[in-house]
């Protein structure tokens, strides 16, 4: 009879690192929670008009100014549009540019800080151009790019599309700088590892080695400044759109719903709740699932 060697008795197969970055997450109750209210928001916003397929830019003069109902469920507005139906529709837009912008700003964040932590002689020179962004105020050169930028985009793509480019180009390029610092810290740390060593040893070029073990290997805080990314894209987003720099008064976004709600606070602050309400919950949401993914991807927290 053939004898089972001793090191194989009971042995199990290795386990997927992300069944343990799960197991982590779920003991994170506010990530959890956080989970289902951005998958509840994201969900609404997608299927929403499918749902509850009232035009939002349908107006109805005898119905305007009303309270909450089964009709109108969030009321109607002064031209006698559905608010909720502005919500899902401003929603779309809101996550929209939340979404790209932080796509945007997570490629040049992490394309400068690899480069920056990999290459030493550039490293000095790509710091000191993020030392200059992180230096410059946010908000005022947002508003002299809208201003600058409004009109050309405009007439080139349209007065949606226009401004659909140039919010995203603009909290895309402002907002680079923190993936950026944290990506080059852990690529200095990951370049002096035994096998990055190895690789550049056997006569790897640089473009492999990043690709193949560099990167790999910050995904994780790339993952949670993405995520926290998301919040910041959408809260400068309807700050923009508060100070009617954003998109034109009958393409809604969240931050233009807070603009047009504000003469009418006093009689109906609801038409101020509503949107605040939506920005609040989704910043709040995605900022405890960036907790979250911050615990569960760390190698020391995990296990606990």
């Not at 790999?216 to 508060?242: D, H, R, Y």
């Not at 939506?278 to 606990?304: F, K, W």
Request: glycine share 10%.
């Amino acid at each position: 009879m053939t004898e089972v060697p001793i090191s194989t008795v009971g042995a199990r197969p290795p386990r997927n690192h992300w069944w343990d970055v799960w197991d982590q997450f779920k003991v994170h109750k506010g990530a959890l929670i956080g989970a289902f209210f951005f998958l509840l928001i994201v969900f609404l916003v997608l299927f929403g008009p499918v749902l509850w397929d009232i035009d939002p830019a349908k107006t109805n003069i005898r119905s305007r100014n009303q309270g909450m109902s089964w009709t109108h469920p969030f009321g109607t507005d002064q031209l006698g549009r559905d608010i909720f139906a502005r919500m899902i529709a401003g929603g779309r837009v809101s996550m929209g540019v939340g979404l790209t912008a932080m796509a945007l700003s997570v490629i040049i964040g992490t394309l400068v800080g690899v480069i920056a932590g990999y290459f030493k002689r550039l490293d000095g020179a790509l710091m000191r151009l993020t030392d200059l962004f992180l230096a410059l105020p946010l908000m005022p050169l947002l508003l002299v790019t809208v201003l600058l930028f409004r009109e050309p985009l405009s007439a080139a793509f349209g007065p949606e599309g226009g401004i659909f480019v140039l919010m995203v180009c603009a909290i895309g390029i402002t907002s680079w700088m923190q993936t950026a610092r944290i990506v080059r810290g852990d690529v200095l740390a990951l370049k002096e590892r035994e096998f990055v060593l190895a690789a550049r040893s056997i006569g790897t070029p640089p473009r492999r080695i990043i690709t193949r073990h560099i990167l790999p290997n910050v995904m994780s805080p790339i993952m949670v400044s993405a995520t926290l990314g998301i919040a910041n894209a959408i809260i400068t987003e309807s700050a923009l759109s508060f100070l009617g720099l954003g998109f034109p008064p009958d393409f809604p976004t969240w931050g233009r719903l807070l603009f047009d709600g504000v003469d009418y606070l006093t009689q109906y602050p609801e038409r101020v709740f509503w949107p605040g309400l939506a920005i609040s919950l989704t910043v709040l949401s995605v900022n405890y699932v960036g907790d979250g993914l911050r615990d569960a991807l760390d190698p020391r927290i995990r296990g606990r």
